[in-house]
């Protein structure tokens, strides 16, 4: 794999798109089984990385095979700001991709490949910067904690959460940190505008349980555990939430008004999201509540009526909503079905102030000075939850100005996932200008 020479000139963004590229050729599908392929690979690479610029790194496991990459960087004024990224990715199927999913092919101005937007773009943002900085001496004037890490996608519980449990010491002092999912460009209109995300809905998985009477499939079944379960499904899945606007998706929305001429209420919030076009696939799921069923799971032979149906619900609710939630989703499955908690995980809020903040919004006004930029709340997960247990407030912030027409939420675990290079090169020199900032 290739990468910059070390006497090379101070320039953030001169490798940047090639890194991405040899990162989504490292394969780090994690399917959520105990395996983790290519974590160890992809960490041994970004050690390297580090290492070639002096910069002293470690690879770390809470879990054979689950590597995560811990280094510590900059000066000693303040307190230390943590900046991650993972490095595992959902699976994908070559089949249905035009271009193979883990060939990190650069065509038509994209980097093409899963993780080419969750997250190896960040991961190779932030190392394109703190390479090419720590080779001009551009150290920044606060300490800086860079971690990379496993199993993201099956939900840290074998890489940022083991490094909570049993790594504290690395992240002693730090309050603050950014991550991923943020930082991105949409256009409302003629309006470009940033989302930077200040919350994160909390995370439900839940598997149902009804039981029945087994038997013949030829008889009269009135306690039928199938019929049971899919009609707990329907319910839930078809449930229509209340909207419920949270702080940091009222000011967003505010910022929408403005630009379309109207104030925002909760009332006309869902014609506001839809102002967003493609992007609304995302927004509109974070103004209220979400319950999708996912799996279904019942019965080995089609003339036996089975004793057991189970089904999985993902489950995602509002900061400061979840006991409604699960209040809600045991009513909506009713008699004879047991609601069981796979994984929950607490929604975070944050305030979008503060000189992090501040930071934040600089150094992307100083590269689009016309742009709007507003914080949201995000509809999945990311690593911010495993450290908000340290006292760690994190937001998302992959600064990245996209094409207009590209659907980029729509690229999230998609097929053909791929990133503008240009709006990689744009993210490294925001992110630069962050570093002197915060």
Same mark, same amino acid.
């Given at each position: 794999?290739?990468?910059?020479p070390?006497?090379?000139?101070? %320039?953030?963004?001169?490798?940047?798109a090639?890194l991405?590229?040899?990162?989504?050729?490292?394969?780090?599908? !994690?399917?959520g089984?105990?395996d983790?392929?290519?974590?160890?690979?992809?960490?041994?690479?970004?050690?390297q &990385?580090? %290492?070639d610029?002096?910069? #002293?790194?470690?690879?770390?496991?809470?879990v054979p095979?689950?590597? !995560?990459v @811990?280094?510590?960087?900059g *000066?000693?004024?303040?307190?230390?700001?943590?900046i991650?990224?993972?490095? %595992?990715?959902?699976? =994908?199927?070559a089949?249905e991709?035009?271009?193979?999913?883990?060939? *990190?092919?650069?065509r038509?101005? @994209?980097?093409w490949?899963r993780?080419?937007?969750?997250?190896?773009?960040?991961?190779?943002? /932030?190392?394109?910067v703190?390479?090419?900085?720590?080779q001009?001496?551009?150290?920044?004037?606060?300490p800086?904690?860079?971690?990379?890490?496993?199993?993201? #996608?099956?939900?840290?519980?074998?890489? +940022?959460?083991? /490094?909570?449990d049993?790594?504290?010491?690395f992240?002693?002092?730090?309050?603050?940190?950014?991550?991923?999912?943020?930082?991105?460009?949409v256009?409302?209109?003629?309006?470009?505008?940033?989302?930077?995300?200040a919350?994160?809905k909390?995370m439900?998985?839940?598997?149902?349980?009804?039981?029945?009477?087994?038997?013949h499939?030829?008889? $009269?079944?009135?306690? !039928?555990?199938?019929?049971?379960?899919?009609?707990?499904? =329907? $319910?839930?899945? $078809?449930?229509?939430w209340?909207?419920?606007?949270?702080d940091?998706?009222?000011?967003?929305?505010?910022?929408?008004?403005?630009?379309?001429?109207?104030?925002?209420?909760? %009332? !006309?919030a869902?014609?506001?999201?839809?102002?967003?076009?493609?992007?609304?696939?995302m927004? =509109?799921?974070?103004?209220r509540?979400?319950?999708?069923?996912? @799996?279904l799971? +019942?019965?080995?032979?089609?003339n036996?009526?089975?004793?057991?149906?189970?089904?999985?619900v993902d489950?995602?609710?509002?900061?400061?909503?979840?006991?409604d939630?699960?209040?809600?989703?045991r009513?909506?499955?009713?008699? *004879?079905?047991?609601?069981?908690?796979?994984?929950?995980?607490?929604? /975070?809020?944050? $305030?979008?102030?503060?000189?992090?903040v501040?930071?934040?919004?600089?150094s992307? +006004?100083?590269?689009d000075?016309?742009?709007?930029?507003?914080?949201? &709340?995000?509809? *999945?997960?990311?690593?911010?939850k495993?450290?908000?247990?340290?006292?760690?407030?994190?937001?998302?912030?992959t600064?990245l100005?996209l094409?207009?027409?590209?659907d980029?939420?729509g690229?999230?675990?998609?097929?053909d996932e791929?990133?503008?290079?240009?709006?990689?090169?744009?993210g490294?020199?925001?992110?630069?200008?962050?570093l002197?900032?915060?």
């Open positions: 794999m290739w990468h910059m070390i006497d090379q000139s101070y %320039d953030p963004s001169l490798e940047v090639q991405c590229s040899d990162l989504i050729r490292i394969d780090t599908s !994690n399917d089984s105990d983790g392929p290519g974590e160890r690979l992809a960490a041994e690479y970004v050690a &990385l580090l %290492d610029v002096g910069i #002293e790194s470690e690879i770390w496991e809470g095979g689950r590597a !995560n @811990m280094a510590r960087w *000066g000693d004024e303040g307190e230390p700001l943590l991650h990224g993972h490095l %595992d990715v959902v699976p =994908a199927q089949h991709w035009q271009v193979h999913p883990f060939s *990190g092919e650069i038509d101005g @994209m980097v490949g993780g080419a937007v969750d997250m190896k773009d960040f991961d190779a943002m /932030l190392l394109s703190v390479r090419a900085r720590a001009a001496g551009a150290v920044p004037k606060r800086i904690l860079l971690c990379f890490t496993a199993d993201e #996608e099956a939900g840290g519980s074998k890489g +940022a959460r083991q /490094l909570v049993h790594r504290p010491e992240f002693e002092g730090a309050k603050l940190a950014v991550g991923e999912v943020g930082g991105f460009s256009m409302v209109r003629d309006q470009r505008i940033y989302l930077i995300e919350a994160e909390g439900a998985w839940m598997r149902l349980t009804a039981k029945g009477t087994a038997g499939g030829s008889m $009269r079944h009135r306690d !039928n555990a199938v019929t049971r379960i899919a009609e707990a499904v =329907a $319910r839930i899945g $078809r449930h229509t209340p909207v419920h606007l949270t940091p998706m009222k000011v967003l929305l505010a910022s929408v008004g403005e630009v379309v001429g109207v104030e925002a209420t909760p %009332d !006309n869902e014609e506001l999201v839809e102002e967003f076009g493609p992007a609304a696939r927004l =509109a799921s974070v103004i509540n979400t319950s999708n069923p996912t @799996m799971k +019942a019965g080995y032979k089609v036996v009526v089975p004793g057991e149906a189970s089904a999985y489950g995602r609710f509002l900061p400061g909503h979840d006991d939630f699960f209040e809600t989703v009513a909506l499955a009713g008699e *004879g079905v047991e609601v069981h908690r796979e994984t929950h995980q607490p929604a /975070l809020e944050n $305030r979008f102030s503060g000189p992090l501040d930071a934040i919004v600089a992307l +006004a100083a590269e000075p016309d742009a709007v930029i507003a914080p949201y &709340l995000m509809s *999945g997960g990311t690593d911010a495993q450290f908000a247990p340290l006292g760690i407030r994190g937001y998302g912030f600064p100005r094409p207009a027409d590209l980029f939420t690229l999230f675990h998609g097929v791929r990133v503008p290079v240009e709006s990689l090169e744009f490294t020199r925001v992110f630069d200008r962050f002197d900032l915060v």
